[in-house]
């Protein structure tokens, strides 16, 4: 079993993240819904506001065990720095869960900046490396 999460301030990781459902599974939701039953791969992502993930992600992966989730892989978006994910790898390693080497990072626009994105082909190059991801 698989499963996706994310925390989406503007729409934009809600908008990847169930663009992965069918490939990945699972029924997209936010870090809101404990995982419940343990999983092979998570999905998770979110954005960056003023240089940090919210701290609801922050929660959400201090519930996750080694034992909860086989290996977690990252996503997200932003407009100045490169990525978020990784804040949320270093959070997910200091609790002993393997996070997979791989993960995709796009831009996420920020009022007039990076406008429109994540856009179509965005999202197609994340359904690409989620199938890659999976196939694995
Ligand atoms: C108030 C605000 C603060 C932001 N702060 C940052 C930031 O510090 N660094 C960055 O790279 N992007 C920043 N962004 C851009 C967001 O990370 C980007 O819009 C992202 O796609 C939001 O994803 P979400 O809609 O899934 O939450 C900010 C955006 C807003 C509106």
Redesign the pocket.
């Known amino acids: 079993m698989n499963a996706i999460r994310?925390?989406?301030?503007?729409?934009?990781?809600?908008q990847?993240a169930e663009a992965i459902e069918q490939i990945v599974g699972a029924k997209a939701t936010t870090v809101a819904e404990p995982l419940g039953q343990p999983v092979e791969v998570l999905f998770l992502?979110?954005?960056?506001?003023?240089?940090?993930v919210?701290s609801a992600v922050t929660e959400f992966i201090g519930t996750l065990t080694p034992e909860m989730v086989q290996t977690v892989v990252l996503f997200?978006?932003?407009?100045?720095?490169d990525s978020?994910v990784p804040q949320m790898r270093k959070a997910l390693e200091a609790r002993g869960i393997k996070v997979c080497d791989k993960s995709f990072s796009c831009?996420?626009?920020?009022?007039p900046l990076h406008s429109g994105?994540?856009n179509a082909e965005d999202i197609e190059a994340f359904r690409t490396f989620a199938q890659s991801i999976i196939q694995r």
């Open positions: 994310y925390f989406s301030k503007f729409g934009h990781s809600k990847m992502g979110a954005g960056l506001f003023l240089g940090k919210n997200g978006s932003s407009a100045i720095i978020p831009k996420g626009s920020m009022g994105h994540p």
